[in-house]
């Protein structure tokens, strides 16, 4: 099994391929914008032409874009992963979308002799470009351990969440609505501290050595002081997304999240006034609105 697709190969999707090639796998993989089917074949991957042409040269396919209608086009549609995978081949379902987009693509499936890992990722650039992504897979005990060699070539993490298409997903959407609070509460405390006139560094100084120290807000907290808003392989997009799935999940439960809803509307001002931005930008929103902005040193 050493012929492993990848579909979507942006800033995380390249990360799984960059893995699977240092891991000794032959990497086919696909994605709708020509300079990053560049630089997949550079890193040592092979442009495949189509979901179908990608299928038939792989036992597994890493599927990792955007929405649940692009999962469904490349793994269900015409000429799409499920009809040209071989048969006991594994559809990897990396990217975020709605626990029942998931739970639709695997009813889908069934039959097929194609099996469907849904396992989402955390993790962010660094961790997909470093191999160290976490993942939360749910499918049967047997298919995991089938396929749990291609998972580790990407994954430091990987947490058997359930058995069923949706399991995965449920999990994330519970884990977005954590994270999204914690990016929250640091835009709005690095605002705080800069209308305060402190430094950015004594603040990251403080924030990283005490209990709120973590990863997503010391990283936050770093790209805000240094001013880095674009480019950091964390568009505003995404997580905008992924918080959409969270109160989506919340509203078909009847579960009250109120520290998410108030992460979705500060995501919701970033992505508008700066629709180009990383998640930090919506720091930008605040800082505007009170007329201060964090830098590393305290500026004179």
């Known amino acids: 099994m050493n012929s492993v697709g990848v579909i979507g190969v942006g800033d995380m ?74 048969k006991g081949g594994a559809v990897i379902l990396s990217a975020t979308i709605k626990p029942r987009e998931a739970r639709e693509i695997g009813a889908a499936m069934e039959g097929s002799g194609i099996h469907l890992i849904d396992t989402p990722v955390s993790g962010g650039f660094p961790g997909a470009q470093n191999g160290t992504l976490t993942m939360m897979a749910a499918a049967p005990d047997a298919v995991l351990d089938a396929f749990a060699p291609i998972m580790q070539a990407v994954s430091a993490n990987i947490h058997r969440v359930g058995t069923k298409p949706g399991e995965g997903q449920t999990v994330k959407a519970c884990l977005q609505s954590l994270i999204g609070a914690q990016f929250s509460a640091t835009f709005e405390a690095a605002a705080l501290a800069a209308k305060a006139g402190v430094p950015g560094q004594v603040l990251l100084d403080v924030f990283s050595t005490s209990s709120a120290g973590c990863g997503v807000v010391n990283n936050a907290l770093e790209k805000i002081i240094d001013r880095q808003f674009e480019g950091t392989g964390s568009h505003i997009n995404t997580m905008h997304k992924d918080l959409t799935i969270s109160m989506g999940l919340g509203e078909e439960l009847g579960v009250p999240l109120h520290t998410a809803a108030s992460a979705m509307q500060i995501f919701h001002a970033g992505r508008t006034k700066y629709p180009n931005g990383d998640n930090w930008v919506c720091t930008r929103v605040i800082e505007e609105i009170v007329g201060a902005e964090l830098h590393r040193k305290a500026r004179p």
Not at 15 to 38: C, E, F, T
Not at 56 to 67: G, I, L, R
């Open 13 to 86: 999707g390249s990360g799984l391929a960059r893995n699977l090639i240092k891991n000794g796998y032959v990497v086919k993989g696909l994605d709708l914008k020509p300079d990053r089917m560049q630089a997949l074949v550079e890193m040592g991957g092979i442009a495949g032409t189509s979901p179908a042409d990608v299928g038939a040269s792989s036992q597994a396919v890493f599927v990792m874009v955007m929405t649940g209608d692009e999962a469904k086009s490349v793994i269900l549609g015409d000429g799409g992963l499920v009809s040209h995978l071989p």
